[in-house]
């Protein structure tokens, strides 16, 4: 990955204390829009989904929510000095990962790496498209068909479908799944 260009929105991944996410990230948002930073820090994210209750390996027909990364919130933003400021300040934030201190400042997660974690929170973003192609191996990351790996077929950008070519049962199957729920292997 080329390295990102001054004044290009990055994402951070912001650390806290675990069960302080919302919180964390509730003071973020109020500190943005009180601080008038909306232009330089755009998105503020916990990675939580909603999850089946079960009573006894049971489906209750209730959802809770969980977090899928504790002690972490993820962060969209522009890096100045001043956003920067406003992120590392805003309280319930005990830093930023990979800011090795000394005023250095935070390495950004790779768009690679922040991928799965926006698709399981069902954020599509249109770049996303752009880096499957047909042949590309992936795997289901979610959905009933969680955990099977097979090539793509066929991505429709408009509606999110896709059609993945997998082996069950030693035959080839094509299975029809959703972008937001695979990701390249």
Not at 84 to 110: D, E, H
Not at 113 to 138: A, C, F, H
Request: proline residues 4%; hydrophobic residues 35%.
């Amino acid at each position: 990955m080329a390295a990102p260009k001054l004044g290009e929105k990055q994402w951070y991944i912001v650390t806290t204390y675990s069960m302080h996410e919302a919180k964390t990230a509730d003071n973020l948002r109020k500190r943005i829009k009180s601080m008038g930073m909306e232009d330089l820090i755009l998105r503020v994210l916990v990675a939580e989904v909603e999850v089946p209750v079960l009573k006894d390996g049971i489906q209750t027909g209730k959802t809770k929510t969980k977090n899928l990364y504790p002690g972490y919130i993820f962060v969209e933003m522009i890096m100045t000095d001043e956003s920067w400021y406003i992120v590392r300040n805003t309280p319930g934030v005990t830093g930023i990962a990979g800011s090795s201190g000394g005023g250095q400042k935070p390495t950004p997660v790779t768009r690679e790496e922040m991928e799965p974690v926006l698709k399981r929170m069902g954020q599509i973003d249109e770049s996303m498209y752009d880096r499957y192609n047909v042949g590309d191996k992936v795997k289901v990351i979610k959905g009933p068909l969680e955990g099977t790996e097979g090539k793509i077929l066929s991505v429709d950008k408009q509606t999110g479908a896709c059609k993945v070519d997998t082996v069950f049962f030693g035959r080839s199957t094509t299975i029809d799944v959703d972008f937001s729920e695979i990701e390249r292997v």
